[in-house]
């Protein structure tokens, strides 16, 4: 696991497990989920308006307390309906209304966006994912990460709780956006991106894909402490075998920290459920 202060748009270095170094899970995340875009819309309602209380009755004598008529609440009222960036005819030429659709559910993300392809970037990254592998090129994203750092705990080198702050901009501008919105880009653009998908020569779709990810991240659990890491050459491995031989997504997701890991898995719950 060696330092890895490089961008993602550079060849990766390996980490532990002797794996190359791979962009950050959260990075994998925005992409499957943004441009996993569909079409309808997305509503915010206002609340319902109480209903009104009639007066007290206290002419007569004797008189007793008139409850009120039963009002029939006021209908809801929704904001105007906004139509979601339409998606592109095809898959090649599609780069710019993939910004405008960033844009319009997260505009801090197009500052780490790479240039071309990006469609076929993110449905690859999603294939990949949904296997528990990392592409080591074609990334869509170059999202500056700070060294990989370690620290000594009771004698052992151990991971530095550290490394859980180093994507945390980017899981912030991810996570900001609404999962329904998402959601509802996801089914208007859902034709482009299987076609795209089309292209890999893979089985399945590329709706199978994207819920066997969401599945995946989902069913991680957090480390229950920073793990014990060992350096028999240049590389870190982890030092539990258990730990080595899991997957590059499950160790990039550990690396996140379990705050970061909670709020990914709490928001894929949230965007299941939307789709």
């Known amino acids: 696991m060696r330092a890895d202060s490089e961008r993602l748009t550079e060849e990766p270095r390996p980490t532990p497990g002797g794996r190359r170094q791979r962009p950050p899970i959260n990075l994998v995340l925005v992409g499957i989920l ?32 008139v409850p009120p008529a039963a009002v029939a609440p006021a209908p809801k009222q929704a904001d105007p309906v906004v139509a979601p960036v339409p998606r592109p005819p095809a898959v090649d030429g599609s780069d710019e209304q993939v910004r405008e659709a960033v ?13 071309q392809e990006q469609l076929r970037k993110w449905v690859l990254l999603t294939a990949n994912l949904a296997n528990g592998d ?20 009771d004698g052992r080198l151990v991971m530095s709780t550290a490394n859980y702050q180093r994507a945390v901009k980017l899981i912030d501008a991810f996570t900001a956006i ?9 089914r208007q653009w859902s034709p482009v991106l299987e076609q795209s998908f089309g292209e890999l020569g893979m089985k399945g779709s590329y709706h199978e894909h994207l819920i066997r990810l969401l599945d995946r991240v989902r069913d991680v ?34 690396r996140l920290g379990p705050d970061n ?15």
Do not use: C, I
């Open 103 to 115: 844009r319009d559910m997260s505009p801090p993300l197009l500052a780490w966006f790479t240039p």
């Open 221 to 254: 659990r957090p480390l229950p402490a920073a793990p014990a890491l060992r350096q028999p050459h240049v590389l870190y491995l982890y030092a539990e075998p258990h730990r080595e031989a899991a997957t590059d997504l499950e160790k990039l997701l550990w």
């Open 261 to 275: 890991l909670a709020r990914l898995q709490e928001y894929m719950t949230r965007l299941k459920a939307a789709l």
């Open 134 to 153: 990392l592409p080591s090129k074609n990334r869509p994203l170059a999202y500056p990460m700070p060294a990989f750092k370690t620290a000594t705990a």
């Open 178 to 186: 609404p999962p329904e919105k998402m959601a509802a880009y996801y």
């Open 34 to 65: 943004l441009l996993g875009a569909g079409g309808a819309w997305y509503l915010w309602h206002q609340r319902q308006q109480p209903a009104p209380v009639e007066p007290v009755a206290t002419a007569a004598p004797r008189a007793a307390t």
